[in-house]
Nanobody
Framework: QVQLLESGGGLVQAGGSLRLSCAASGRTFSSYVMAWFRQAPGKEREFVAA????????QYADSVKGRFTISRDNAKNTVYLQMNSLKPEDTAVYYC?????????????????????WGQGTQVTVSS
């Protein structure tokens, strides 16, 4: 398994920004894609963004497209999620995830079933 350590969550006002970090260790060589998911109280865990380690191809949920940016630093085995123009609807626990499953179709990585390793989660709260 890949070990994932998240940081960067916090409380911000609507319109503000946060940057989440996810440091990966362990069997990182077997991971093809890294992603961020989130789960709000009373809701199912939902896909936010994904990025491939090699080419850096990205995929975003429609709800965050244009506001969030996922990036990676291969040398540091770290993935980031820059969140701008935050809305109260973005309030959730954000989870980093690593997928060891390979697919040529980036869209399949929007499914949580593609991921075996998960971080502990970091709380993001956006006030009105």
């Amino acid at each position: 398994q890949v070990q994932l350590l998240e940081s960067g969550g916090g409380l911000v006002q609507a319109g503000g920004s946060l940057r989440l970090s996810c440091a990966a260790s362990g069997r990182t060589f077997s991971s093809y894609v890294m992603a961020w998911f989130r789960q709000a109280p009373g809701k199912e865990r939902e896909f936010v963004a994904a990025i491939s380690w090699s080419a850096g191809n990205t995929q975003y949920a429609d709800s965050v497209k244009g506001r969030f940016t996922i990036s990676r630093d291969n040398a540091k085995n770290t993935v980031y999620l820059q969140m701008n123009s935050l809305k109260p609807e973005d309030t959730a626990v954000y989870y980093c995830a690593a997928s060891t499953a390979y697919s040529s179709n980036i869209y399949v990585y929007t499914s949580s079933a593609m991921y075996k390793s998960w971080g502990q989660g970091t709380q993001v709260t956006v006030s009105s």
